[in-house]
């Protein structure tokens, strides 16, 4: 059986003189989502990543987020759909500047934290995120939790999705990831996190927090590029894949074959 | 003779709940600098001045500034020649967005505030400023004063540039602008205004504050748009120049016709 | 039968270039409430109003707000009880700082936009809220919706409270307001606006948008100062007001009397 | 002789999920200086730091920036007297809330990065914040470098004053600091630093780096909290001066002791 899968992570959260060191997991993935000024990121940090993303042939995403600095994008904002419709329209097209002038050009959009998560179940919040990215270009393939809204609302559009899987997150039997704080929520062995990117990638499965073997299809498996031990988790991950014969391609060449 | 020349203003300003009233302007001019959130506007008004400006089918700028929405991008700011190209890309390539979802095209990049004023003098500044719009498009017509830093930089670049004349602001026998604040620095007399247009647009001169002719090269004249009689100044000035015979194009249409 | 109220204005809401124009309001009022840099001000203008409502003898309140120049705090954010205790304090403070300045100080403090609907029914906002206003000072009254989680907190800590009523918006039968957008949530007319004024003040009571007479037991009444008509409405409120012969009193007159 | 002098430290800079671990240092020294918002720093930080500082009974003072997060307050900002006297003390009254509410008080203020700087040889921006400092309350003391115009703007408006020296910053001959970013500006040997402070605290000098010694009266040495080897700095000035007999002193205890 051939598997083939793609290995994202959240990239280019620096600001200013804050760093997050998360560079460091370029070279594990084969795909980037580029934090774009809203939430995190800066255009020094956008150009320096991009840059380096581009040397390494990987897949350049957009990772739109809300306009909160001091809560990284995680806190939860009553947005217009209008404002969530521009507000993702002008950090894609920002970001996407700095990819055309490296030679390269975005192929997907994953929306940041409390974006992210809202899009999973808010129907409108999804449409005019989809709708943001429609207009900054159809190619665009947009990332997010398999059954969520989000992946609903790309399909309405007729725009390319891509259902994305955590290594590192610990999930609800429904599907859903565990809260962040619960405990358990956060897998942080990486042997581990390397065994269910396994389930995730061969068998399109992972195990639920409370034990039961639940379907996650998915086209691409994140790994976060901010904690501490991220790097070894990124290379634990990437040799057992590789080991198992798992094939990865980035977003690049997998848009638009959805799982 | 004949005269063509261009008639732009600074729009989009409008942010949040804030109101600029810039939008009156657009039946009056040829061409918008639009602000890129960095200053001022937000998306969700810069959508809605780009949608308006398309529909005039007016030519579509960048107008970007220095991240001080406090100052309004009218302070002054050291930053590394890195800082300003990447802030540059950045905030013209978010506007482009807009513009080609609308079915447009961004044609010119005019710097805003106190970052148009440091790059009429420092070449540091200029130059990064030309690299930055370099990098969002080598078709991008750059804005400034005639003899700034800012055209050199354009030239040594080879990117398109466009001379700008004030119409409603005084000049030193050097070429300069009369300080803002200064007596005499504003003129608001639409009739005055009117007819230093046209002195701009048929012979290239401008009497100078101290009542020296001095010769003023110029391929657009900026009309404010957030004046209170900014929309009375607009409908003089382009009453005139059309009965005088002076001929109106965009930049659009200009680009490449450098004075 | 002896009838005192407050009538208080939220102001102070310019920022930078952008002008609310809330300072005509300062005559007819008898407190105001400060916008902080938050969601709206900046120090040079809470400077310049705390200046003019000590001239003036105001009672001078703090309202602090979302972190949301762009949303002007009127956006609902979901922040930590303890992110939401130090943002209140942190704003009340750095106004008071300009009250002692001036040789007065801060009689109250009023929660604005987002914050303060939403203090109204989440008791955990609410005692946060409350929580960092009794660390900024322990004389301070909160104002807020009569029945509200708020004025609830405020008791359970102790601390003065004043309940406040509008004269300018719909209620709905139970006491809450019609929702800012829906038709007739606002009130225009300074003389429908001035009866209701009058029956809150004289009988504690208003009607309802279906018409009922409810209770709405209050010690100030609000007046907008940053709508097209304030200033009218304000003098119309106050003139009838005096006219009927209730007696316009401060918060800093009336700390403590809570109806 | 009876030496005694005042450690301080840079602190409080973290942001939302930025942590700048420069608590660490708060056993060593024996004042701190806060950050207030503008530059670095929030109210939750704000609040954990102000706090520690209380229990180990340091002098707090405040460390107003420019209101520039993305360029950390190093960045030349042009901004008018009045709107720096009135973001000092905005910072200022801000920071004291946190204070009082520990049951302490500000013992002094100290500005930050480039108002810092621009403090020392400008005397509008000196003036300026020394007027705001002054109306945050007169008893507070001024920190600066010795013979900069801020200390004698604090003379003339008659606040108290503390000349500072740096131990791990390498001086010009005439008593400037070495420009950050030149070789051999910034001294990271920790026994190197120490015998530097302790010829500021017994001798009143410090080798300049063209070897020369030159006068340094100071009241306070500054060790930076922010750098990798901050803690290990700060532990070996702390132990050499007090195993020279050198007895250390809080701003608290030495206000209007100035050198």
């Excluded at 419709?85 to 500047?97: D, H, M, P, R």
């Excluded at 390397?194 to 790994?223: H, N, Q, W, Y």
């Excluded at 391609?249 to 997998?254: Q, T």
Aim: hydrophobic share 40%; with cysteine.
């Amino acid at each position: 059986m051939l598997t083939v899968i793609d290995l994202n992570s959240d990239v280019g959260e620096s600001f200013g003189r804050w760093r997050s060191g998360d560079e460091e997991i370029l070279p594990f993935v084969t795909s980037v989502n580029v934090a774009c000024g809203m939430h995190a990121g800066d255009p020094v940090h956008m150009d320096e990543i991009v840059g380096k993303a581009c040397d390494l042939n990987l897949a350049i995403g957009a990772h739109p987020g809300f306009p909160d600095l001091q809560g990284f994008g995680r806190r939860e904002m009553t947005l217009s759909p209008r404002e969530i419709e521009t507000y993702v329209l002008y950090q894609v097209s920002a970001l996407s500047g700095f990819a055309l002038s490296h030679g390269s050009h975005l192929t997907h959009v994953k929306p940041h934290g409390a974006l992210y998560n809202m899009a999973v179940i808010d129907d409108k919040i999804a449409r005019a995120i989809a709708l943001g990215v429609a207009r900054a270009g159809e190619h665009l393939v947009l990332v997010g939790l398999p059954g969520s809204c989000l992946l609903q609302a790309a399909d309405v559009l007729g725009l390319p999705a891509a259902a994305e899987a955590f290594a590192d997150r610990a999930y609800n039997s429904d599907g859903t990831l565990v809260k962040r704080g619960l405990p358990g929520s956060i897998i942080e062995d990486p042997d581990e996190a390397a065994k269910r990117a396994l389930d995730i990638a061969l068998r399109g499965t992972i195990k639920s927090i409370d034990g039961k073997e639940i379907p996650i299809p998915a086209r691409t498996i994140c790994v976060h590029g901010d904690t501490p031990g991220a790097v070894e988790m990124g290379r634990t991950i990437r040799r057992r894949l590789e080991s198992a014969g798992v094939i990865l391609r980035s977003l690049k060449e997998l848009a638009g074959l959805r799982k």
